[in-house]
């Protein structure tokens, strides 16, 4: 390392010294904790950004953003050059340098960390570091994304272009896009979007445009966040669609994520502050503090501030009849035989939190379902591995994935079809999964992209919401949390559906390792009460063998 850079980082990053006695971890949600005590983090995140970017000769992002936390926290993470998350091989280094003691150390780590990832640093015949930065709407976001200007330029000739205030989906589209080749600000973000669905729409059929005047409106809970002030911009590029946005971060709406978004409206089953007795029947849907979740909701009746829950696998559920209606009418009679015939691989992606009755529906449909460890990073390298793959968590985060070479038979195919029969049900089937693939966020889960594609598969399937729900009944479920001394002790197999040691408590449960020494316990049976009494009994074994 020269000595232009080692001096350079040493002076900068002396004025950002770790907050003491706090010890922080890199997990697929970054860094989160209290806003107070991040600055330092988020300055050591600028450098590892950097880094990636010189390591991968690509351009990265860096979010500045808590999600479904309270407003007091905050959080940041990196998009890799794909838009996805940053890789795991570089998480055990993220957390060194965040918790490096003082300027010395962190230039120690650095350097090994350079030497033994051949990191071109000296920029000699390479791209120069080029960063995306992006925040929500707290109120600390502003001073963390200059911590994290300033960790950037602790790398000799790195550069970054600040995007202010975007949604999480929006910063890994931006990144995805421009390593693609592609524009990539907000408005070619909010122009693809907006035309896929209005070419979606454009495409429904006759038959289907009978719903009610209450079927056609949609009220968004915005989760007083980043999310709700996208929207309100976006639906002005939408034409015949009514949606209302409440809860948009406005002065005197409420606070971030209090009472309000998808995370609370999915946990708790109640109606969102905002949401009442004029709104009873009509479809509702939430998104959670940065805009990468989504769920939907009714309001029964006005007796109860209880709602109808539709979640993320009724969305996914959504999601695969549609996908597998088109590919069904796209592959025609008879067309398997000709030489232009590509037979798409269709996969849906759960964890074993998915409740089990949407897994049992989707297989009925005849899809291929399988499971995996829980967390997005799981799903969603999963998911990669298809033509076509779908996941979703039930708390609403999921997206849905192409394959550049199913993408690339399907342009041929549809000009083919424009030639040969434009207009015939065959083309239009292949311009819903093109207009499907450039309006769903390939990068991460969208609420925005997510609640324009479910709103465009109603109309297209002339269903009303109850409908929507209707299609199968959840398994009554209960989650139960319990503090052990040590978590690592539990060994699961089969995508966390199957304890492994210690013998004795293996029982028709799910449990997952998460990051502190407690354990979920995930019980399901044919009524409320035995999946409670069956969650109470494993939570007392593990307790027994555990605690």
Same mark, same amino acid.
């Given at each position: ?429 292949? !311009? %819903?999964?093109? +207009? ?6 390939? &990068?991460?889960?969208? @609420?925005? =992209?997510?609640?324009? /594609? #479910? ?63 407690? !354990? %979920?316990?995930? +019980? ?6 035995? &999946?409670?009494?069956? @969650?109470? =009994?494993?939570?007392? /074994? #593990? ?5």
């Amino acid at each position: 390392m020269k000595e232009e850079q080692m001096s350079l980082l040493l002076k900068i990053s002396s004025a950002y010294p770790p907050p003491k006695g706090v010890k922080l971890s890199y997990g697929t949600a970054g860094f989160r904790t209290d806003a107070s005590i991040l600055e330092s983090t988020v300055y050591r995140v600028g450098i590892l950004s950097a880094l990636r970017s010189l390591k991968t000769q690509s351009l990265i992002g860096l979010m500045i953003t808590a999600s479904h936390n309270k407003v007091s926290d905050n959080g940041v993470k990196i998009a890799d050059p794909t838009g996805g998350m940053l890789t795991q091989d570089w998480e055990p280094f993220a957390d060194r340098i965040a918790n490096a003691r003082d300027p010395q150390h962190l230039l120690e780590l650095v350097t090994e960390f350079v030497e033994k990832e051949s990191i071109p640093l000296d920029g000699v015949g390479v791209r120069s570091a080029e960063i995306l930065l992006g925040r929500d709407t707290r109120p600390s976001g502003k001073s963390l994304v200059e911590a994290a200007k300033q960790g950037i330029k602790s790398i000799v000739g790195a550069v970054f272009v600040d995007m202010g205030i975007v949604t999480t989906p929006q910063l890994h589209w931006m990144v995805r896009a421009r390593n693609k080749g592609m524009k990539a600000t907000e408005l070619d973000y909010f122009q693809q979007i907006s035309e896929s669905f209005r070419c979606l729409m454009d495409l429904v059929p006759s038959q289907s445009n009978q719903l009610s005047e209450a079927d056609d409106k949609l009220i968004v809970d915005g989760a007083n966040g980043v999310g709700g002030e996208k929207l309100n911009a976006l639906k002005k590029m939408l034409s015949g669609s009514v949606i209302e946005v409440r809860n948009s971060g406005k002065e005197g709406e409420g606070e971030l994520n209090d009472g309000v978004g998808a995370d609370f409206v999915q946990k708790e089953k109640v109606v969102p502050q905002g949401f009442g007795d004029g709104d009873v029947g009509i479809r509702c849907a939430s998104l959670d503090g940065d805009a990468d979740r989504l769920v939907y909701f009714t309001v029964p009746s006005n007796n109860t501030n209880k709602i109808e829950l539709v979640d993320g696998d009724k969305i996914l559920s959504l999601f695969a009849i549609f996908i597998k209606e088109q590919l069904g009418i796209l592959k025609g009679d008879g067309d398997k035989e000709t030489n232009n015939y590509y037979e798409a691989r269709l996969g849906v992606v759960q964890t074993a939190y998915a409740n089990g009755a949407s897994t049992d529906y989707l297989k009925q449909l005849g899809l291929e379902v399988v499971l995996t460890p829980t967390g997005v990073k799981y799903l969603h390298e999963k998911a990669d591995q298809y033509d076509i793959g779908i996941y979703f968590e039930a708390n609403g985060h999921g997206t849905i994935l192409f394959s550049e070479s199913f993408l690339s038979w399907l342009e041929t195919k549809n000009n083919e079809l424009l030639s040969i029969s434009k207009g015939s049900e065959q083309q239009k089937s292949a !311009l %819903r999964l093109l +207009a499907t693939s450039k309006l769903i966020n390939q &990068a991460v889960g969208d @609420a925005l =992209s997510g609640v324009l /594609l #479910v709103e465009a598969i109603l109309k297209h399937m002339g269903w009303s919401i109850h409908k929507w729900s209707e299609l199968y009944q959840d398994l009554p479920s209960r989650m139960l949390k319990v503090v052990v001394k040590d978590r690592t002790a539990v060994v699961t197999t089969n995508a966390e559906t199957e304890v492994v040691k210690p013998a004795g408590i293996q029982d028709a449960i799910n449990t997952e390792i998460g990051t502190e020494d407690i !354990l %979920r316990v995930y +019980a399901e049976a044919s009524t409320q009460e035995e &999946a409670d009494s069956l @969650a109470n =009994s494993v939570a007392k /074994l #593990v307790d027994q063998f555990l605690g």
